[in-house]
């Protein structure tokens, strides 16, 4: 079974591995291509990203989370000090996806297994740009901001419609 993890403060958990899996990046690119009856995640960016562009494909009967943001925090003294790596409060030393575009895609029957996914979600990651998806068709919120430690991100110009279908805790 692949990782799971709790990437922020939030109540979402995650599988830390996808179909394309970026750490280290900068200026990488996904495009025109069609992620199809995928079991998991399709694309993560993990810890340190800088400029991603994720434009012009299709998602279709994802497993569970279409795009994946993930960055990393530091452990402080005090409280943060029982916490594991890269868990802490501290996002200082700029280990996040900063800067990434996701635009033009379009993603419809996801979180066929997993019920806690979206098509666009980001845990500790900020400066986005997320517009001119369309986007239906998905168990829970299909755009998720599960905390703000980084802030900065832009949601603009997306068609989004059948969301929620499998939940009833957020409309």
């Not at 993560?44 to 299709?58: F, K, P, Q, V």
């Not at 996701?102 to 979206?118: D, T």
């Not at 986005?128 to 900065?152: F, W």
Request: hydrophobic residues 35%; aromatic residues 10%; glycine residues 14%.
């Amino acid at each position: 079974m692949d990782p799971h993890g709790i990437p922020s403060g939030g109540d979402w958990t995650l599988e830390r591995s996808a179909v394309v899996f970026a750490q280290a990046t900068e200026d990488f690119s996904v495009e025109g291509c069609v992620f199809e009856r995928v079991d998991g995640n399709a694309i993560l960016l993990s810890g340190y990203n800088r400029g991603a562009s994720i434009t012009h494909n299709e998602f279709a009967w994802i497993g569970a989370t279409a795009v994946a943001l993930w960055g990393d925090t530091e452990t402080t003294a005090g409280a943060d000090s029982v916490l594991p790596e890269g868990y802490g409060s501290d996002g200082t030393a700029g280990n996040q996806p900063r800067g990434t575009i996701v635009a033009f895609n379009l993603c419809h029957e996801l979180g066929i297994w997993e019920k806690q996914s979206s098509f666009y979600t980001q845990f500790k990651a900020g400066y986005s740009n997320v517009s001119h998806n369309i986007v239906y068709n998905g168990p829970r919120a299909h755009l998720n901001h599960n905390d703000g430690v980084i802030g900065g991100t832009l949601h603009e110009h997306n068609l989004i419609f059948n969301s929620c279908r499998e939940s009833g805790d957020h409309g």
